[in-house]
């Protein structure tokens, strides 16, 4: 059984009503700490102690929580795997807050592609490969993950990017990938691997609209760039 390794008064029971995290929440959410907003998701008796241990096992960094995985966060004395999934389910829904409200939007520009994936792709710690499928209108009939890990023309097979565009009998797509260092640069090898795709879907009648590379705060169009099309 593991020790008590926090005191027996918790610190929420030492605090007036009105500043404890659930009131302060509750008034106005925006104004609260990230200790607070934590505290007030985990929730119980030892709510402050548990919020401060987790932002100091992970330097205060809610990117970290949000890619730690529940045994991670369930490792925080007195968290636990329950609380742990709910804290995952919290920082996801805030992501979700970010992406378009529509289901199923229409894609007029590069900025556009990059909305529906760029808030969620930019906090990946290893590359992802998506294709946003497109109809004859440019509405977007669904976003497929392909691959993930090294992005480049020995890696991705592509038929596997073409694949969800010959199902849906969809004429374009738009391929998204992101880079984890931040840099959205191409690469010689994202220049080619456009390219190869770019012929590809020429000779099955889908064509490649854009390639979008995801940073860590912004994108890059090849498309735009004119690099591999």
């Known amino acids: 059984m593991l020790p008590n390794i926090y005191p027996t008064i918790s610190k ?3 605090l007036p009503l009105r500043e404890q995290p659930a009131y302060r929440v509750g008034r106005n959410a925006a104004a609260c700490s990230l200790s607070e907003l934590l505290a007030a998701t985990i929730g119980g008796a030892k709510q402050i102690e548990i919020a401060e241990a987790l932002l100091a096992r992970f330097n205060g960094d809610l990117r970290r929580i949000h890619q730690a995985h529940v045994q991670q966060l369930a490792s925080i004395h ?7 999934v709910k804290l995952k389910a919290a920082l ?7 992406q378009p409200h529509e289901e199923y939007p229409t894609v007029n520009s590069p900025a556009d592609a990059a909305d529906l994936v760029r808030y969620e792709m930019s906090i990946l710690e290893q590359e992802y490969l998506k294709v946003i499928v497109l109809s004859t209108r440019n509405h977007v009939l669904d976003i497929v993950e392909v691959t993930r890990g090294s ?7 592509i038929s596997e990017v073409l694949r969800p565009a010959v199902e849906r009998n969809a004429p374009a797509i738009i391929v998204v990938h ?11 090898q994202d220049i080619e691997i456009t390219r190869t795709i770019r012929e590809a879907g020429k000779l099955m009648d889908i064509e490649l609209l854009d390639h979008l590379i995801i940073g860590k705060s912004n994108y890059i169009s090849l498309k735009e760039k004119k690099l591999g099309f």
């Open 178 to 188: 992101n880079h984890p260092s931040g840099d959205p640069s191409p690469s010689p």
């Open 78 to 84: 007195g968290l636990g795997e329950s609380t742990a």
């Open 12 to 14: 929420l029971k030492t």
């Open 92 to 98: 996801a829904l805030g992501i979700r807050l970010c």
């Open 151 to 157: 992005v480049n023309s020995s890696q991705v097979r």
